[in-house]
């Protein structure tokens, strides 16, 4: 989902769907049908153009902004890693740091080019359980992060195969 506004104005796109909305002071008008960019993609036998990006904002709670992410490609497939640092914790920021840099280097080091549904499945958890060691392990070496954590979620995806994961909230 994906929300950009100006002043009065506000586009809003769905990409699970391929729905896209425009809002503004008169209402709400969907301006693409279900699935009609992703369906006229497969009418043409090609899989959607895979376009990753990200930003993060602080919000209108914390003082610290603790979210970190990556969008990359290993093996083959289109990969992107969101961390939400546990806010009212010290450590936040970091823990979410070191949670997306270890989950792209060990997804790096482990996905192979030809990896289907299981080895996708098992490196995608193998990348997940060394980022929190690697958490576990800074955490020890400094008691103002003794109880710094964060959320992750991943996605996966290479034509017809997606890989989601999500810890925490």
């Known amino acids: 989902v994906c929300a950009l ?39 043409k036998g090609r899989p959607p153009d895979m376009k990753m990006w990200g930003i993060t904002n602080t919000g209108l709670v914390r003082s610290e902004n603790q979210d970190a992410y990556a969008a990359f490609t290993v093996g083959g497939y289109s990969a992107a890693v969101v961390c939400d640092g546990m806010g009212g914790t010290n450590g936040g920021r970091v823990a979410s740091g070191i949670a997306v840099e270890e989950f792209e280097k060990e997804l790096r080091a ?60």
């Open 5 to 43: 506004a100006k002043e009065d104005l506000v586009m809003v796109g769905n990409i699970g769907d391929s729905r896209a909305y425009h809002i503004n002071g008169e209402g709400i008008r969907q301006i693409s049908r279900d699935h009609s960019v992703v369906e006229s993609m497969v009418e």
């Open 110 to 169: 482990v996905l192979q080019e030809d990896a289907g549904e299981e080895q996708l499945r098992q490196a995608t958890l193998y990348a997940i359980s060394l980022a929190n060691d690697a958490i576990r392990r800074a955490a020890a070496q400094n008691a103002d992060y003794q109880h710094m954590g964060t959320t992750l979620v991943c996605a996966l995806a290479k034509e017809d195969l997606v890989m989601v994961g999500n810890i925490g909230d």
